[in-house]
């Protein structure tokens, strides 16, 4: 069993960047697929950004490619989600889980999920 912690949200302003971390316990991370989501008031949880444990393929959705890039660092058993250029439509509480197929992972349909940190872009 694989917990998940998310770290690194707060308040940015427009045009500024974070750096979001989900750090897991239970078991190596290079076994899963790991995927950030994220979910405003109001509105559907959506996908943002998957790396596969296995082979290192990332995917991103349209919304952010270009300014979210998605890591991991096996060795500290942590993904990494940087945001750069935010938008105020990024402000959203962000998720990160993990499952053991990419493609369902990417669909949403994760096995373990983090509690959720909270990203706000203001000025």
């Known amino acids: 069993q694989v917990q998940l912690v998310e770290s690194g949200g707060g308040l940015v302003q427009p045009g500024g960047s974070l750096r979001l971390s989900c750090a897991a316990s239970?078991?190596?991370?290079?076994?899963?697929?790991i995927g950030w989501f994220r979910q405003a008031p109001g509105k559907e949880r959506e996908g943002v950004s998957c790396?596969?444990?296995?082979?290192?393929?990332?995917w991103y959705a349209n919304s952010v490619k270009g300014r979210f890039t998605i890591s991991r660092d096996n060795a500290k058993n942590t993904v990494y989600l940087q945001m750069n250029s935010v938008k105020p439509d990024d402000t959203a509480v962000y998720y990160c889980a993990a499952g053991p197929d990419y493609r369902t992972v990417v669909a949403g349909m994760a096995d373990h999920w983090g509690k959720g940190t909270l990203v706000t872009v203001s000025s």
């Open positions: 239970g078991s190596p991370l290079d076994y899963y697929a």
């Open positions: 790396i596969n444990g296995r082979d290192g393929n990332t």
